[in-house]
Structures are given as C-alpha cells and as structure tokens.
C-alpha cells in the first residue's frame, strides 16, 4: 500500500472504552435517517466513525475492516450539520496514518454528483479531507486539487477551501486558468473577502470586476439605517405599517439592547413576527428573565426556545426544573438535535442536585452525531462529575472536534498512554494550534 503523508506516527496500545460503562448510546441512534442510509450502532466501528467519536479512531488503527469503512464515510457526510461539526481532521488522520491510498479519494471530487444532487455531501467532504492531506504534505494530493481546479466542474469551491489554508506558492499561478473560467455563475460566488480574491484583484482587471460586483451585489440592505431608535419601535407597536419587520429588527440589533421590546413583545408575537424578534429578544439579558420564564413554560409559544435560551445564560438554581424540561422536550424531536448544549452548560454553571441527576443524559449525549456540541458535554461532566469524565477525557484525545482535544489535552490523566498520545497531538502538523500548545504544556 502507498505511503501516505507523514511517517513515525506510532499505532497505539488497546483501550478500555466501552459504551454502557462511561458512556450510554444515544437512544434512536440505529433508526433510518433517511430511504439509503442510517447511523450504526455506536457500539460499532462505522457507528463510532460516522459520529467522528475517538473509540472510532482507536479502534480503526487496527482493524482491517476500518479502510473500507473510511471510504464510506467520505463517501457520505455523516456529519449531523454539515456547517459546524468537524470531521476533516479526523478523517484526514486516518487515510494518513493507515497509509490508504490518495488517489481514489481525490477521484472522487470527479466522481461525486453535481452540486443540486449531491443528497451525500460527497464533494464538500472530501474536499474538506484533501485539503487537509496537503497541509499535511501529501504531495500528490496538492497536484490532484491543482488539476481539478484547472478543469473540474465545481472548481470555485475548490480552489477557496485551498486558497484559506495552503501556502500561496501552491495556488497563486493558477489566477490566469481562474480569471478565464470565471462566468456570469461563478461571479456571484466568489467569497471576495478571503483568499485567493484578496490577494489577485490588483493583478487582475477581470478578477476585480468580478470581485467589485459580488460586493456590490451582497452589500446588506438597511433601510432603517439613519432611523432613530425611538422611532424603530413607534413602528414595531403599530402592525399594520409594515409588511416585513425583519429590516428593523435586525437594525434594532445592530444597537444596544432596548428594554422597550418587552413592552411590544405581545403585540409582535400576536402579528406572527419569528425568528427576527427572538434575535432581538435575545440580547436583553437578565432584563429579560421574568417574560423568558413565562415564555419557556410554554412549547408552542413563538419564544419559547428564546426563554430557554436566556434562562440557561443568566437563570439560577430556581430555573433547573424547566431547563430539565426543555431537555425532555430535546429529546422529545429526535429529528432535531440542537440546542442540548445551551441547556448542558446552564446545569454546569448551577450545579447542585437536580443538575447531577442529569448525568445519565450527559453520557448518552456524548454518542450524538452532532458532535459540535459534544465539548460542552465534557465540560459538563468536568464540573459535575470529575472523577467520571475520566474516560471520555481518554477518548477525547482521539475525537473529531478539536475543542474536545483541547480540553482532554488540558486535563486528561498522565500515564504512559495519554503521554504518548499528546506527543502525537504536539507534533502533528494538521492538530489546531491552541491542542498542540495545550499537549505541549501538559507535557512539559
């Protein structure tokens, strides 16, 4: 099998995690996802993978079954969001440190459907991993993602993710194959304000025309721009001014929080104003908290889960039992799983015992496919329960989410395992800088 990326990266020795000791599977986790698809068990290898958990890594090291498995999971993202959750790294990691081969993966970017019917995500995902692999010095992988931009159909999306990462010496000569590829579609794309855009519109008059409309075209409309605030909320009392609020809201927004809302807020759920006005509604803080406690009581009311939200950042030991509720209601819409760590880190902050009863939850929660939110469930365990977070610390030095590396990397029990795992993380040039500064220290 080719070599792939970096060598001397030393395979571990067996660990104890076991699901139903440290930690529990989320409930729901084998149910249909879709008509092609599901999440495996998480007591399985593809279950651990497609969750991006560290087991999954460990375990896949000496697997033989883990390369085909790996392929099937750049094949479809199993990510919960495709916007938030991490997977790039760790997927990255074990193509390298298996050694599989580069390029079928980078076939793949031929291979994968056009952007409207890629149901799987295939192209963004492996993208995400290749752009990786060439920051880990994957040679081949850098000349493969050059050629696809030079000819591949979803070029732009390409040729950005590198243009963030990569050194300029790897794409800067491309600017004249890019400059003729750019039409009327692309145009409308580009993300002007990051590289490569930043760096050719002084070299090229085509390229800057294309990046002067694209500002032009998504310059932010504020029609309420020079209106007073006092003036904004005359017009918020009266529904029958104005057919769409969100303009001045989002302009209410922009200014410092304003205690007259609450004094309309019924008048504006009355006329069906959403998600705007839970924005707006969001920043008053502990002004807030008597309407949110009145508003988090009940689930069908338009803010509910703004009373959620504002009574886990500034609510108190008073306020557990309905943060408790809003878990149950969470758990209630298992096509929906965000939004646990707000209320996760509200019970970490007030403690006492209705917050540790709440452990049980917390476990299963560390087996979410939304791993985004899976830091603020360790640091939950942390404050309520130290001495069992030890085993998720463990694997956390092998998860997807860089956040849930750095706080095992901080805190994780010393012992020749953990040891040599934080050397891995200090010495790998793809780890995020804050986890290799933290294994450093540890280490020193």
């Known amino acids: 099998m080719p070599k792939c990326g970096l060598t001397g990266y030393k395979k ?10 440290d930690c529990l599977p989320m409930s729901g ?38 390369a085909d498995l790996i392929i099937d999971c750049l094949r479809r993202d199993y ?12 997927l990255a990691r074990l193509v390298r440190d298996l050694r599989l081969p580069v390029q079928p993966i980078a076939a ?9 019917s890629d149901d799987g995500n295939e192209f963004a995902n492996t993208l995400g ?11 081949e992988v850098v000349a493969e993602v050059r050629r696809y931009i030079d000819s591949g159909e979803r070029w732009l999306e390409a040729l950005e993710a590198v243009a963030r990462s990569w050194p300029i010496r790897w794409w800067d000569d491309l600017y004249p194959v890019v400059a003729d590829r750019l039409d009327s579609t692309t145009r409308e794309r580009i993300l002007w304000r990051s590289a490569p855009w930043t760096v050719w519109t002084a070299r090229s008059a085509r390229i800057a025309t294309a990046v002067d409309a694209a500002k032009r075209r998504r310059a932010p409309a504020r029609p309420y721009a020079d209106t007073p605030t006092t003036a904004l909320l005359d017009l918020l009392r009266d529904p029958g001014r104005v057919t769409d609020w969100r303009p001045a809201l989002r302009e209410l927004r922009r200014r410092p929080p304003e205690r007259a809302l609450l004094e309309i807020v ?58 408790v509720a809003g878990l149950d209601w969470l758990d209630s819409r298992p096509d929906d799983l965000c939004g646990y760590d707000d209320l996760v880190k509200a019970l970490a902050r007030i403690g006492g015992p209705q917050a540790t009863a709440e452990l049980a939850r917390l476990r299963r929660l560390w087996f979410s496919p939304h791993s985004y939110e899976r830091a603020d469930y360790l640091r939950a365990r942390l404050a ?3 001495h069992g977070a030890s085993g998720c610390l463990s694997e956390g030095l092998w998860d997807c989410e860089s956040e849930v590396r750095l706080l095992a990397a901080q805190h994780v029990t010393l012992d020749d395992r953990s040891r ?25």
């Open 12 to 21: 571990p020795e067996a660990l104890s995690w076991s699901v139903g000791a």
């Open 29 to 66: 986790a084998t149910e249909d996802a879709g008509p092609d698809w599901y999440y495996a068990s998480p007591r399985t290898l593809l279950g651990s993978l497609q969750r991006g958990l560290g087991r999954g890594a460990h375990r896949a090291m000496s697997d033989p079954a883990a």
């Open 79 to 90: 990510r919960w969001s495709w916007q938030v959750d991490e997977r790039e790294v760790y």
């Open 108 to 116: 793949r970017l031929w291979a994968a459907a056009p952007e409207e």
């Open 129 to 139: 991993v290749l752009e990786v692999l060439g920051r880990a010095g994957v040679g």
């Open 266 to 323: 019924d008048t504006l759920v009355a006329a069906g104003v959403g998600h705007p006005l839970a924005a707006a509604m969001g920043q008053l803080g502990t002004v807030a908290l008597p309407a949110a406690r009145t508003w988090a009581t009940t689930s069908w009311h338009p803010l509910f889960w703004t009373g959620m939200r504002l009574l886990a950042a500034h609510g108190g030991q008073a306020d557990v039992p309905t943060l």
């Open 384 to 386: 309520l329960d130290p």
């Open 420 to 444: 040599d795992r934080l050397r891995y993380l200090r010495d790998d040039p793809i780890e995020a800088a804050d986890v290799r500064a933290a294994a450093a220290a540890r280490l020193s």
